[in-house]
């Protein structure tokens, strides 16, 4: 690698990762820190916590929440009264934990991952989503959470949705440290198939639709063995092992016109989607590329072969309906897949040993599917304005499910024996999407969602609870900034161990970024004597373009002697997407924005801030609507913007950003060889 006069990291070599040196014209580590890391300290002895023992870890990270598709969040408004929202387990343990309400990821999926696993700021490690290019996801000179533990005598598993990086065996759940591992690598996959996209792949990544062979995405590394494709694990289904890749539109029309094929009107089913296509998003299908022309010029229908894939059973593809276990037993949802896994690794635990699982649950990330039992419980909401494609109910239920296997794994820890000496940390990676709706969350009051900086797509529902936590605290919200990556050097100090990277330094890659919350978060009180707390948090990435960092957050302290009240301020830079907001039941049929992905969502939903920024105080505006960098701002005003761009600048110099490079189809090559799964291919 070498860092260009931009800050891009760019890739000069390289055939093999771990061959990778980066060289830097880069200030020194400690003003690395500076920018990332501004913290509040007093000069008192710190406290800790004194347990015996080092704390079992269990770390559960669900998938694309929304903010107000949990108990705590919605039992005041017509959602959570409702029964919309039903999520008991993940309530108890808010109200016997303690409730982190302000706590940030990045925008969307894998940054956020990389930053939990390696400790660092998304800007430092990751900021891109690919999967299928070289240079995704950690490098592997970072050492992260799993290898610090093992060397600390953790034992360490993971289960769930990686998405850290597949390119090399290093990148690997077992190439980062834990010693056992069931995962998959993508973005998502069919939870009752366990396919993701397939081969050929095409330029952005994808299966060319309709037209590819499906990939199954499960891998499994064994405890003391070698590492592979997770064979007879995942389920076989009777419309084939068939994963229709998701597409915000797509997933809609296949709804709303599936009732007319299993009605026996196929014919109508095929105008409905072609009719529904072009009008909701003016295409065809991702990926789907051949379309006949009217002679007026207008794109008229797109290929039946992708119309007949979304007509056809679209209810057995969101249920699993006519899917079946390798041993032609009922087939078993994917997070009950991983849940069964990690409670076979918690019941053969040594309780004398720490632990830490890292559960990353596929729920409630699209594609919309959950078991009919439970879809059942929630058909209600039919009569309550759900979209007619159902959106809303299905991810309700999808979330239900979520708290569901969640409850699995306390209960697996209580009856181990674990849970009273268990640090749990449980938090959303992202804000969920909208898609006009598609995906079904809901993020209100918070403007926006996943792929925006604004509050609804950055700022997640979060808690901690177990056994360690004091009696003094349960029950408590802790409302300083927390951002995800903390939590590495939290767990770090909690195991008695730091957060020093000599292979990161060596390889000329920034340092930890995330800071010790321990003392705030698990002493008697909020603000204990020596107590680290989070002042400032550089946000992601601008939506136009990943090569600039977008924003900044910069919590100012309560003063004592004037009586000035703590203030949050946030700067954002550049074209903001999804400047809107939902109600609380939403998405609901009355609703026709589409809230699109950058770089082109429709006008209406854009703001521009500009180079200058805007600037928003969250504490007294949560719902991001007063922009108080104005033209008539008082003098203040245009104080605190100068210096938090100041500190922009510093941030946007050292940041790591940089190419994933082209889609490498030797992915492919080494999935075929592997019978169709997905795994390293160099």
């Not at 409905?272 to 909701?280: R, V």
């Not at 708290?403 to 209580?414: E, H, P, Q």
Request: glycine letters at 10%; charged letters at 20%; aromatic letters at 8%.
């Amino acid at each position: 690698q070498r860092w260009t006069r931009a800050g891009q990291c760019q890739w000069s070599r390289p055939i093999k990762l771990s061959h990778l040196s980066c060289v830097m014209h880069r200030p020194t580590v400690s003003t690395f820190a500076v920018t990332f890391v501004t913290v509040a300290l007093t000069s008192a002895p710190r406290e800790v916590h004194t347990g015996a023992l080092r704390p079992h870890v269990l770390f559960t990270l669900v998938d694309d929440v929304g903010w107000n598709n949990v108990g705590w969040h919605a039992r005041d408004n017509s959602a959570g009264q409702g029964g919309e929202v039903v999520t008991p387990t993940l309530d108890a343990l808010v109200a016997s934990g303690i409730e982190l309400d302000r706590a940030y990821t990045f925008k969307y999926c894998s940054p956020s991952r990389c930053a939990i696993q390696s400790g660092r700021n998304p800007t430092h490690v990751n900021v891109g989503n690919e999967v299928f290019a070289e240079h995704t996801g950690i490098p592997i000179n970072m050492t992260c959470l799993g290898t610090k533990l093992k060397q600390l005598g953790y034992r360490t598993v993971f289960a769930g949705k990686w998405h850290a990086g597949m390119s090399v065996s290093e990148q690997t759940p077992r190439g980062r440290g834990y010693m056992a591992a069931l995962n998959y690598f993508n973005p998502d996959n069919d939870y009752w198939t366990m396919t993701y996209s397939g081969c050929p792949l095409n330029t952005s990544g994808d299966a060319a639709f309709g037209t590819h062979t499906p990939v199954v995405d499960l891998w499994e590394a064994v405890e003391g063995g070698g590492e592979g494709p997770a064979y007879t694990l995942n389920n076989s289904c009777g419309l084939g092992r068939t994963f229709i890749p998701f597409d915000g539109c797509g997933d809609e029309l296949g709804r709303r016109c599936a009732p007319a094929w299993v009605h026996g009107d196929r014919a109508a089913c095929t105008r409905c989607a072609m009719q529904a296509n072009i009008s909701l998003c003016g295409r065809c299908p991702r990926s789907s590329h051949s379309m006949t022309t009217a002679a007026d010029g207008n794109k008229s229908e797109c290929v039946p072969a992708a119309i007949k894939r979304w007509c056809q059973g679209w209810d057995n593809y969101t249920t699993g309906a006519h899917c079946n276990t390798a041993a032609g037993e009922t087939a078993v949802y994917e997070d009950d897949v991983f849940a069964n896994y990690a409670e076979e690794r918690i019941r053969e635990h040594n309780t004398t040993t720490p632990l830490l699982l890292f559960f990353a649950l596929h729920a409630a990330h699209t594609p919309l599917q959950v078991q009919a039992d439970v879809l059942s419980r929630f058909d209600f909401m039919t009569t309550r304005e759900d979209k007619p494609e159902r959106t809303r109910q299905v991810y309700a239920a999808m979330v239900s499910e979520a708290d569901r296997v969640i409850g699995r794994l306390v209960s697996s820890f209580k009856q181990q024996g674990l849970w009273n000496n268990t640090l749990h940390i449980c938090l959303s990676d992202g804000g969920p999407s909208y898609l006009n709706g598609t995906s079904g969350a809901n993020n209100y009051p918070l403007k926006g969602g996943k792929m925006s900086n604004w509050e609804g797509g950055i700022r997640v529902s979060s808690f901690i609870s177990g056994g360690i936590v004091s009696n003094a605290r349960r029950g408590t919200v802790y409302r300083g900034l927390v951002s995800a990556f903390d939590f590495y050097a939290t767990i770090l100090s909690l195991a008695g161990g730091n957060t020093s990277d000599p292979a990161a330094e060596a390889a000329g890659l920034p340092p930890v970024d995330g800071i010790d919350l321990s003392a705030v978060l698990l002493g008697s009180t909020p603000t204990p004597p020596g107590g680290l707390e989070r002042l400032e948090l550089v946000i992601g990435t601008q939506d136009e373009t990943v090569q600039n960092v977008a924003g900044l957050l910069w919590m100012v302290r309560a003063e004592s002697q004037t009586g000035a009240p703590a203030r949050l301020y946030k700067l954002l830079t550049g074209v903001q997407n999804q400047n809107a907001h939902s109600a609380p039941l939403s998405p609901n049929s009355t609703e026709n924005a589409t809230l699109g992905f950058p770089p082109a969502p429709p006008d209406e939903f854009t703001l521009d801030c500009t180079d200058q920024g805007c600037l928003y105080e969250l504490l007294g505006d949560a719902e991001e609507r007063i922009d108080l960098a104005s033209p008539s701002a008082p003098p203040r005003v245009a104080q605190i913007v100068a210096h938090m761009q100041i500190r922009l600048r510093e941030a946007r110099r050292t940041s790591l950003i940089r190419s994933a490079g082209p889609t490498d189809e030797r992915a492919c090559v080494a999935a075929e060889k592997r019978g169709g799964y997905w795994g390293p291919w160099l």
